[in-house]
């Protein structure tokens, strides 16, 4: 019961202290977040390429001179492969039973382990 009452007084406090806009609807999910890797293929191979080219380099210099103290090389910008059709097709399965799509009413994203809220939106019909 404690609970309840201190979330939804944190909720007041943070819709008090951002906006006098009312809330027309909003809906409760708790859920914990899962990390997940769309293209897992991709992403192996840019750590491995971009690792090995570095420490190869590094290395050769750290031999050809003992007695110099050489910086460790500063990582670049990676810039990793399109994905095949087999990948994409798998990564959009993963999107579709994974993702939840809100498109109407207020969502708030908080992570509860450090008291902090991530993101809010409202979502508002624009008369055109």
């Known amino acids: 019961m404690k609970a309840r009452k201190r979330d ?5 406090e943070f819709q008090t202290s951002i906006s006098t806009l ?16 769309l293209f897992p293929e991709i992403s192996k191979d840019v ?3 971009n690792r090995s080219e570095r420490d190869k380099r590094y290395n050769e210099e750290v031999r050809k001179n003992p007695d110099k103290q050489i910086q460790k ?6 810039i990793p492969r399109a994905p095949t059709e087999e990948e994409q ?16 009413g207020y969502v ?7 008291y902090q809220v991530i993101c809010v ?6 008369l055109t």
């Open 8 to 12: 939804s007084g944190q909720d007041h």
């Open 22 to 37: 009312t809330v027309s609807s909003a809906s409760r999910i708790s859920a914990k977040f899962k990390k997940i890797e």
């Open 47 to 49: 750590v491995k390429v």
């Open 73 to 78: 090389p500063i990582p670049q910008p990676i």
């Open 89 to 104: 097709s798998l990564a959009q399965t993963q999107v579709k039973g994974n993702f939840i799509n809100r498109s109407h």
């Open 108 to 114: 708030k994203v908080f992570n509860a382990k450090a």
């Open 121 to 126: 939106a409202e979502f508002l019909k624009i």
